[in-house]
């Protein structure tokens, strides 16, 4: 009889990053993770992005309402990560400098 092996899935160190920061499950979203898939890992009291990284690929398969497509929307949203993380920093970029020139305009506004 062949011994079962277990495979977590493999991530980024964003990803790892993102885990450690707390980042819940409904964010992954953003990079494809399904609603379907979110709410079905939050039924099995997998909320957190950490959460899910301490699962096998066969735990969250055996959960009910997960098959190979969640598994592949996991491993998607996964690889997608980096460029959400990329956008999101360009976006705060872009805000901070919108910030400042509204706090520009409101100090002449208020000194004129």
């Known amino acids: 009889m062949k011994p079962r092996t277990f495979s977590y899935f493999s991530v980024s160190e964003e990803v790892k990053k ?3 920061e707390g980042m819940p499950l409904a964010e992954l979203q953003i990079v494809g993770l399904s609603t379907r898939t ?3 890992l939050e039924d099995h ?3 957190f992005l950490k959460d899910l990284l301490k699962l096998t690929r066969e735990r969250v398969k055996a959960m009910n309402g997960m098959g190979d497509f969640a598994i ?4 998607r949203s ?4 980096g460029s959400f ?3 999101t920093k360009e976006l705060n970029k872009t805000t901070s400098k919108i910030d400042k020139y509204i706090s ?9």
């Open 38 to 40: 979110i709410n079905t």
């Open 72 to 75: 592949f929307e996991i491993e």
């Open 78 to 81: 996964f690889n997608n990560f």
């Open 85 to 87: 993380d990329k956008k």
């Open 104 to 112: 520009q305009a409101n100090s002449r506004v208020y000194l004129d």
């Open 18 to 20: 993102a885990a450690e």
């Open 45 to 47: 009291k997998c909320v």
